[in-house]
């Protein structure tokens, strides 16, 4: 396939999304958000470093790129409508894997109704995708991490520590009780739209998607709003098959592991049981872990606590660079 052909070939028939103008065809895509703010975000993958082929298929690379977008997507109560998308293309990568990839992000896109509308196509040493997601809240609606606020009841959605564990499976080759499961949850995570939309309503709710583990985004809230966080262990929502695995790998996983894409952030307790109504009235897991305090000499903290103690938890979920 030359260029030409390719982008043909990818190119979308036809638009979900009234307010496009002009999606791809001419040197920019055009749309008209009208009253909505717009919300913004990009991220890229690497390969080998972001995915091996030993762990992902051309597909799942595809679908995950888009749904990790989304997700922070959901985490700033947004709903995507569009993505722009940017790859370079090394000589040894056959047009097998570029139709794969594509084929992976058009599936979860035609799940939101979200619309390719461009993107660039070059040459390249290695195998690069970055993704451009741009989505719509309503005017002064965006949600951000930084209005925590003491008295707030924490809670996550799903479960966590599972995408680790498909990780680990997939690197290892080892099997286990659900292993499709957990791989599946590595491969292929689902964002929280639906539960970003449910909180629409709320006034004031903040929230974190979890890529990087629930420690890390745990401390960009506290930090972000100058509160302390604590958090009950025996709380943490796990899958049922979770427990297989010894103590040390579920601790790892569950804290540290990331990329499980769920929802994570902070409630004032008197909206929490309308929350906690409508989630169950949609079919989604939300579980309540912990609170927030303000406390002068620890804000920006996170605890958890553990067999009656209370210990620091220490932020690092997985990060490529230490600065
Ligand atoms: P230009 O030279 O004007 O930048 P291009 O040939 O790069 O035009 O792109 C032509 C059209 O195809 C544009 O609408 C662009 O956004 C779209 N496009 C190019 N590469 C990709 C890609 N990898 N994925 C999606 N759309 C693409
Ligand atoms: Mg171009």
């Not at 913004?40 to 790129?65: C, E, L, R």
């Not at 660039?120 to 949600?143: F, N």
């Not at 010894?246 to 309308?274: C, M, N, R, S, V």
Request: charge should be negative.
């Amino acid at each position: 396939m030359d260029e030409f052909e390719f982008i043909n070939s990818i190119k979308q028939t036809s638009y979900k999304q009234p307010s496009l103008i002009k999606g791809i065809g001419d040197d920019a895509a055009v749309f008209n958000p009208g009253s909505y703010d717009v919300v913004t975000a990009v991220d890229t993958f690497v390969d080998q470093i972001h995915f091996s082929k030993k762990t992902m298929n051309p597909f799942h690379i595809g679908y995950k790129v888009l749904a990790a977008n989304m997700s922070d997507m959901a985490a700033m109560g947004a709903e995507p409508k569009f993505y722009l998308v940017s790859i370079v293309i090394p000589d040894s990568v056959s047009d097998n894997t570029l139709v794969g990839i594509y084929a992976g992000m058009r599936e979860i896109a035609r799940d939101f109704d979200v619309d390719l509308i461009g993107g660039d196509t070059v040459s390249g040493g290695e195998l690069m995708i970055s993704v451009t997601m741009i989505g719509y809240v309503k005017k002064d609606g965006a949600r951000y991490r930084h209005t925590a606020a003491a008295g707030d009841l924490v809670f996550v959605t799903g479960t966590v520590g599972d995408a680790a564990a498909g990780l680990h499976l997939l690197q290892t080759g080892e099997t286990c009780e659900d292993s499709r499961y957990f791989i599946k949850r590595h491969q292929m995570p689902y964002p929280r739209i639906d539960f970003s939309k449910l909180v629409r309503n709320v006034e004031r709710v903040s929230l974190n998607d979890v890529s990087d583990g629930i420690a890390s985004e745990l401390h960009e809230i506290a930090v972000a709003s100058g509160v302390t966080i604590t958090i009950d262990d025996s709380l943490i929502p796990t899958h049922a098959s979770f427990a297989q695995f010894t103590a040390e790998q579920q601790h790892a996983w569950k804290y540290f592991g990331g990329e499980d894409f769920e929802l994570l952030g902070t409630i004032p307790e008197a909206d929490y049981p309308q929350l906690v109504e409508s989630c169950i009235a949609a079919n989604i897991q939300v579980t309540k872990i912990g609170r927030v305090a303000y406390n002068e000499d620890s804000h920006g903290h996170v605890y958890v606590v553990q067999a009656g103690e209370r210990v620091r938890l220490k932020g690092k979920g997985y990060t490529h660079r230490s600065v």
